[in-house]
């Protein structure tokens, strides 16, 4: 009987060699600390295009090379606070009374135990009444924008600087969402190659521009990152193909493949970086956040 997993010419043992040498090369990758913090808000309109799993890896990916890295969640849900092993019950004190409340943010943040330079700032599910709530409230496009510039500032001015924070909203262009893109320099939308993902983005494009003229002259679509690609089908090689052509400079080189294991970590209060650190998941994931890491912000950001 001959087995098939020594045998070079078999699909699966090209996966794993190919698995192996992408291994290897991010061993030798640098991932410098950037020159200042940069702030990213993970959007998409859509629900289940991988904006949480997306938010939890890619700032797993930077804990693991020891930069000092905040999520910040939300979205309602709390999928984010799960992935990343912090309580979220409802007294937990959370974003939710940042945006309502004027908690700073030191008041609210718990350390992921998915590594030592990883935090979390949870949501609770008091965060669903908060898109009405902040109607009424003044400054309503800006209360994490302003929780969120003190804290930077503070962290800087006591010599332990932020290096990267990642914002994950919820699946609508609501005032959260808003509180996101004010509250960013970059955006990062990452894009399902399931089904004609283009069609839903000039929606999504059009709020940007509308925050950078209103709201924020500083954010930038900065990074797009094609996720649950199956490359077996043609669709996903077209949807790839179609937003590359679309957005030359921002899709990122990486790209995040259909995995089981990305779907099976929240469950074990997990991003799959430590779930299943050498699999094609984590190894993706890693591969994109060097990618981010190596492509410094196009202008000099001045979040004032
Ligand atoms: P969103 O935050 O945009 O709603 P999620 O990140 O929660 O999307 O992803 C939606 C679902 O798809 C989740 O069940 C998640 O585990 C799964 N998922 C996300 N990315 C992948 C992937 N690359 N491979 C397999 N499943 C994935
Ligand atoms: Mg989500």
């Not at 904006?51 to 905040?70: C, D, Q, S």
């Not at 992921?112 to 902040?134: F, K, N, R, W």
Request: proline share 6%.
């Amino acid at each position: 009987m001959t087995d098939v997993s020594f045998d070079a010419s078999t699909p699966l043992a090209r996966d794993l060699a190919a698995l192996t040498s992408r291994r290897k090369a991010l061993g030798d990758v640098e991932v410098p600390r950037p020159a200042d913090t940069r702030v990213f808000t993970i959007s998409n309109q859509k629900g289940g295009v991988g904006k949480t799993t997306t938010t939890v890896n890619i700032a797993a990916a930077f804990a693991r090379h020891g930069l000092k890295v905040l999520v910040i969640d939300l979205d309602p849900q709390g999928n984010a606070s799960t992935a990343l092993g912090v309580d979220h019950t409802s007294e937990v004190p959370s974003v939710y009374d940042v945006l309502i409340d004027d908690f700073p943010l030191e008041d609210v943040i718990q350390k992921s135990p998915e590594a030592d330079t990883l935090y979390c700032v949870p949501s609770t599910i008091h965060l669903a009444g908060a898109e009405i709530e902040l109607v009424s409230q003044v400054a309503r496009e800006h209360r994490l924008r302003t929780a969120l510039d003190e804290f930077v500032d503070r962290a800087r001015k006591s010599k332990e600087p932020w290096d990267y924070i990642f914002i994950d909203c919820p699946p609508s262009l609501g005032l959260l969402t808003i509180n996101g893109f004010v509250a960013a320099t970059e955006v990062m939308i990452p894009i399902q190659c399931e089904y004609y993902a283009l069609e839903g983005l000039s929606q999504l494009l059009g709020s940007i521009r509308l925050i950078q003229k209103h709201l924020n002259p500083t954010l930038e679509l900065s990074t797009i990152l094609l996720t649950m690609f199956d490359g077996r089908t043609n669709l996903a090689n077209q949807v790839a193909d179609d937003v590359r052509e679309h957005f030359p400079s921002q899709v990122l080189k990486a790209v995040i493949p259909r995995a089981v294991r990305i779907s099976e970590a929240p469950s074990f209060g997990q991003t799959v970086i430590t779930y299943d650190p050498s699999g094609i998941g984590a190894v993706s994931y890693l591969e994109a956040a060097a990618e981010i890491a190596q492509r410094a912000p196009s202008r000099k950001k001045v979040r004032k």
